[in-house]
């Protein structure tokens, strides 16, 4: 799975979000994600058909949705999120969040069978705290792939972090931009200045030093290159020990939609 992907949350202009998919695929990115609850997986296989990237190189993730996450409503729902991205099979199919419909027991063989018939590659899960996370090793036959909770320099997510590193899955990071609250703090400004870069490539560099994927939404032109260059940042030791001394904390995503509150 390439470190830097490209978010399509909210997207949902269908002629720009094609564009952006188009846009950053022959920019250079090869990791696009989206999801069922975006309503816009037509417009991502619109642009993933429209660039000059052959299927074969992108890493394409998408998630089922809480309501979605019955067995047979896992199956059906997922082969329609295959025809509107005009593909065969997805890299990594997650389960969006511990919450609605999601029963281990009966969610989760939904998903190996989907990987036994290749309809899927990968599993993974998303807004998973870790006995979540071991639940559902448990159940699986299949291995966990990938966990996509939000981090940022704000939400460091050391626990998630050191659990990923201790059982072997990688850890994705949405918002990793704490949705624009990384441009003009202190700390990060500073840096990109003493390396004429922005703070959303400093942000960029600092997670994948830390081994965490990122998949920032972006739209514009100026804003994906922008992005994409990060991965040319190399940040020195004291500048990432800098950044984890940041002590805000600025959770953006709502804390009554964190998996806790579905136990």
Not at 30 to 55: K, L, P, W
Request: proline share 4%; aromatic share 6%.
């Amino acid at each position: 799975m390439p470190m830097l992907g490209l978010g399509t949350w909210q997207n949902e202009d269908a002629e720009q979000c094609a564009e952006s998919v188009r846009t950053a695929l022959e920019a250079g990115y090869r990791h696009i994600d989206t999801a069922q609850a975006y309503d816009n997986e037509s417009a991502v296989g619109d642009g993933i058909a429209a660039a000059d990237v052959d299927r074969d190189d992108i890493f394409l993730a998408t998630k089922v949705w809480i309501s979605n996450l019955s067995h047979d409503d896992v199956i059906e729902t997922t082969e329609e999120s295959l025809d509107k991205l005009g593909v065969d099979s997805v890299d990594l199919l997650y389960i969006h969040w511990a919450a609605g419909e999601y029963e281990p027991e009966e969610t989760l063989p939904a998903f190996d069978e989907l990987v036994d018939r290749g309809l899927i590659d990968n599993v993974g899960v998303s807004n998973f705290e870790p006995h979540h996370v071991e639940t559902a090793m448990d159940v699986l036959d299949a291995p966990v792939f990938a966990n996509q909770v939000e981090t940022h320099p704000f939400l460091q997510q050391s626990e998630l972090r050191e659990h990923a590193a201790e059982q072997d899955y990688e850890l994705v990071a949405y918002s990793p931009l704490a949705r624009g609250e990384v441009f003009g703090h202190d700390v990060i400004e500073a840096i990109a200045d003493d390396h004429d870069a922005s703070e959303a490539q400093v942000s960029l560099a600092w997670l994948r030093e830390k081994g965490v994927t990122a998949i920032p939404k972006a739209t514009s032109e100026a804003h994906i290159t922008d992005n994409l260059a990060s991965l040319d940042l190399s940040l020195t030791d004291a500048e990432i020990d800098r950044i984890d001394g940041i002590e805000t904390v600025d959770r953006r995503v709502d804390p009554d939609w964190s998996p806790a509150a579905w136990d």
